[in-house]
């Protein structure tokens, strides 16, 4: 029996199909060993060598793990395809005792029969280059979030975080902010023309130019003089300009790509993507199938794709739309400098599986998410769209207007799949039949008061684009880094917009003030080179390191010596201490808000701080208050104040009645007042 250790227990029932009866699955569920919780976990003097330990919640795992290895005749490991992965098998291999130059490490970017059994012929020995290049990421985090956080703690408030590049995150969004906030709008006066042509068929022209020069109505009183002129004006078409241009398929989907689609075209969320992508690439249920994968792995930067899947999706192209819809020769993309391209884009593995044919047994939100990368991967192998585009320019007068028109000749590979163009659609349309030398008639002129507009909010979607174009974080780490900043409510979001907390903006402030030549894009960037050399060209690890410490330690001594502070002054309430007859002071510590007095330190009297909840009813069972609290999965629900004595609770406010019918609670669903249990309502 041969052993194949994996990380995630979705893949195990997947992968089982494919090796058959000689093979057990065991799934580590991540990570076994990691850093001390409650300690730094690097010996500084021995160059910041790191002291690994068993994860408490993973000792009786191991235990199970080594009883199965034991008895194995071969032990595989099959973790990710990426760095985090590789260190999960070096981690697997030192607990298992298996010798360095053991060929035990395989992996697969698709769980298909294919993938599989490729990979089982072909075992080699962990990278330890790409054990380094995480170990490296991994330390510097750490020694980021356990040396910068404290003082963040110290001199803003408790309970705060800073990281590596969660930090320069969530500068991105500050100064964008602070770009909005000092923003002058600029006054401008659009006009335009409504014109017929010779065969009385209307169409739209904006004034460009005067007297040959581009030129703004930059008030009211010019813009209504201008129209007034022109009512009076002559139109002639002076020059037709006719080209066909073609658009070009696009890439299929990079992690970071597909992320920004999914909220632009779908609507999804950073944290509904991942999950949906996590899903499809483990496997889920297939009517007619079992459990299968439906994609590759789902966190890559490169734009790459087999041959064999090339050919495939060329294939099913040329089968379903035709043969013109299919270009000569394969289209190839560049993937972007500084990308790992371990291994393939994002991409469908079967293209038989359509998504119309998986449609009823995947959830709303992976049918969407498949829809889209399947799509997008047919149309990256497809013909380029064709357009006949036509530039009309229409004088009257010292005043020059433009008229644009645009026209499909071949759909190409917007027949599978339609970029988004964003919220604001500029306005090309077809245009009638135009000469030089034509006269035009007005209809109408045209004019309306317009601001210019400040940079866009960032959304989750152009934040991780905008991370990936300044070389901030990996593919892995664009959807937690987002994810902490919402949970430390550093960011909150309005609509699909990300707008900083005046919490993220201190953070921000004081981190500027102090960690600005660490805590930002450039710098960033270059300790992610930093990292991908440690990859691909060996470099030492350790010496990395040391030279991030040797600066980042005298900014930490800089900082800890100043009296720079932007803690929040202490709130007086009307409480009166109990031991001195003072006022007590709404202050807030590492265990959460508390009052203390304001004698102190003469008085060090301190007092718990009850806060107000709002109450959803009462209790059916006690009458007590129901307060609503949060479930581990942040899920609210309702239950009584005089928990742990009664235990009543309920996912839905009630009355404190019980049902005449059946005596169950009385629940507020939907503003209608109903029983928990029967289906009694209250009109």
């Not at 007034?228 to 066909?244: G, H, I, Y």
């Not at 779908?266 to 079992?290: C, D, F, H, N, P």
């Not at 993937?335 to 038989?352: C, F, L, S, V, Y």
Request: hydrophobic share 35%.
């Amino acid at each position: 029996m041969e052993l194949v250790i994996i990380e995630a227990p979705a893949k195990r029932e997947t992968l089982k199909k494919y090796l058959g009866n000689g093979y057990d699955v065991f799934a580590t569920k991540g990570h076994i060993r990691d850093l001390p919780a409650k300690s730094l976990g690097l010996d500084v003097k021995n160059r910041f060598e790191p002291k690994y330990e068993i994860m408490p919640d993973k000792k009786e795992l191991i235990a199970e793990l080594k009883n199965k290895a034991s008895k194995a005749d071969e032990v595989l490991i099959a973790t990710d395809p990426d760095r985090e992965g590789e260190a999960i098998a070096w981690h697997i291999a030192n607990v298992l005792n298996l010798p360095e130059n053991k060929k035990c490490r395989i992996q697969f970017n698709e769980i298909s029969q294919k993938a599989v059994q490729n990979a089982l012929t072909n075992p080699r020995v962990i990278d330890k280059n790409l054990v380094s290049a995480q170990q490296a990421r991994r330390v510097l985090d750490r020694i980021v979030g356990y040396k910068l956080s404290p003082i963040l703690c110290k001199k803003i408030k408790p309970r705060l975080s800073a990281g590596r590049v969660q930090s320069v995150a969530l500068k991105l969004v500050v100064d964008r902010e602070k770009e909005i906030e000092a923003f002058i709008p600029d006054e401008y006066w659009p006009i335009s023309a409504i014109l017929f042509n010779k065969n009385h068929v209307s169409f739209k022209a904006s004034l460009e130019k005067y007297k040959g020069k581009k030129f703004t109505v930059s008030n009211e009183n010019d813009a209504k003089n201008i129209v007034q002129f022109l009512k009076n004006s002559s139109f002639k078409v002076d020059v037709l300009k006719k080209s066909v241009t073609k658009s070009h398929a696009p890439a299929p989907f990079t992690t970071s790509t597909m992320q920004q689609d999914a909220l632009n075209k779908a609507g999804m969320s950073i944290k509904r993507t991942t999950s949906s992508a996590q899903q499809l690439y483990e496997g889920v249920e297939i009517a007619g199938e079992g459990k299968i994968a439906l994609i590759t792995y789902i966190r890559t930067d490169s734009t790459r794709v087999s041959i064999d899947a090339q050919n495939s999706c060329r294939e099913f192209a040329k089968n379903f739309y035709g043969d013109k819809f299919v270009p000569e020769k394969p289209n190839i993309y560049s993937t972007k400098a500084g990308a790992q391209d371990a291994h393939e884009a994002i991409r469908p593995i079967n293209m038989n599986l359509t998504p119309e044919k998986v449609k009823e047994s995947l959830s709303p939100d992976n049918y969407k998410l498949y829809k889209l990368i399947y799509e997008r991967f047919l149309a990256s192998q497809m013909s380029d769209a064709v357009y006949s585009n036509v530039i009309a320019t229409i004088s009257a007068d010292d005043y020059q207007f433009k008229a644009v028109g645009k026209t499909m000749e071949f759909a190409g590979y917007t027949a599978a799949y339609k970029e988004f163009e964003g919220d604001e659609k500029q306005e090309i349309s077809k245009l009638p039949a135009l000469e030089e030398g034509d006269v035009l008639n007005p209809q109408d002129i045209i004019t309306e008061q317009k601001f210019t507009k400040p940079p866009a909010r960032y959304t989750e979607a152009s934040l991780v684009k905008a991370m990936e174009e300044k070389g901030i974080g990996r593919p892995a780490t664009y959807a937690a880094t987002i994810l902490v900043l919402l949970s430390r409510e550093y960011v909150y979001k309005e609509g699909k917009s990300l707008l900083p907390t005046q919490l993220g903006r201190n953070v921000t402030e004081y981190l500027e003030k102090f960690f600005s030549s660490v805590i930002n894009v450039k710098f960033t960037a270059h300790m992610e080179n930093r990292l991908d050399d440690i990859a691909t060209k060996n470099d030492d690890w350790h010496g990395v390191v040391e030279s991030f410490w040797s600066g980042f330690s005298k900014l930490l001594s800089e900082s800890n010596a100043s009296d720079f502070s932007l803690k929040a002054p202490p709130v007086e309430t009307d409480v009166i201490c109990d031991k001195c007859g003072n006022k007590m002071l709404l202050r807030e510590g590492k265990y959460g808000k508390f009052l203390g007095c304001s004698n102190f330190p003469k008085c060090r009297n301190i007092m718990p701080y009850q806060q107000e909840q709002k109450i959803f009813g009462k209790c059916p069972e006690c009458g007590g208050d129901i307060l609503a609290r949060k479930s581990k999965k942040g899920k609210t629900f309702y239950s009584c104040k005089n928990y742990p004595n009664c235990k009543f609770m309920s996912w839905y406010p009630t009355t404190g009645e019980k049902c005449p019918n059946c005596q169950a609670p009385l629940i507020i669903k939907n503003k209608i007042i109903t029983c928990s249990k029967c289906d009694y309502k209250q009109i």
